[in-house]
């Protein structure tokens, strides 16, 4: 591959990864975002009326309402491992959500997704 082809193959790549991300109308698909959320023990220290260790789900919805950067944030802060301030003041790093495939974007981005929905 030459220089130029190689440019486009990047940008190309590139494009595809934001198309992945776009908020453009987004089917949730509620069941798979609980049996993921289930799957990985989000429910342990989150509900979606009430707070546990975690904040409710609404609660999370609400504060990002409006926000156009809400689900890149939110998908940062399930995959990152970024600190977690806890209710009785002690930090940790949050938990980072495991698919199968592993990393899988859609996957992610539904349970991002369906939490904004609550
Ligand atoms: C061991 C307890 C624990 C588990 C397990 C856990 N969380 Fe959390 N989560 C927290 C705490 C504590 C916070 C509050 C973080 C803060 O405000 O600093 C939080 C915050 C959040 C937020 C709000 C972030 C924000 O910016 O307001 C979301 C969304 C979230 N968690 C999703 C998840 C998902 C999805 C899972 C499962 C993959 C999960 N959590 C598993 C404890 C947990």
Redesign the pocket.
């Known amino acids: 591959m030459n220089c130029i082809q190689r440019s486009l193959v990047t940008t190309l790549a590139a494009g595809a990864a934001v198309l992945a991300f776009a908020p453009a109308a987004f089917a949730v698909d509620a069941d798979a975002a609980k049996a993921?959320?289930r799957q990985?023990?989000?429910?342990?220290?989150?509900a979606v009326d009430k707070d546990?260790?975690?904040?409710a789900?609404h609660k999370?919805a609400e504060?990002?309402k409006g926000k156009p950067d809400a689900e890149a944030?939110?998908i940062h802060?399930?995959t990152s491992g970024e600190?977690?301030?806890?209710?009785d003041g002690h930090?940790?790093e949050?938990?980072?959500?495991?698919t199968s495939p592993p990393k899988d974007e859609a996957q992610i981005k539904n349970?991002?997704q369906w939490?904004l929905s609550q």
Do not use: Q, R, S, T
């Open positions: 993921l959320a990985n023990n989000c429910l342990k220290c989150h546990k260790d975690g904040p789900y999370v504060k990002y944030k939110l802060h399930i600190k977690a301030k806890f209710p930090e940790e949050h938990k980072i959500v495991k349970l991002v939490i």
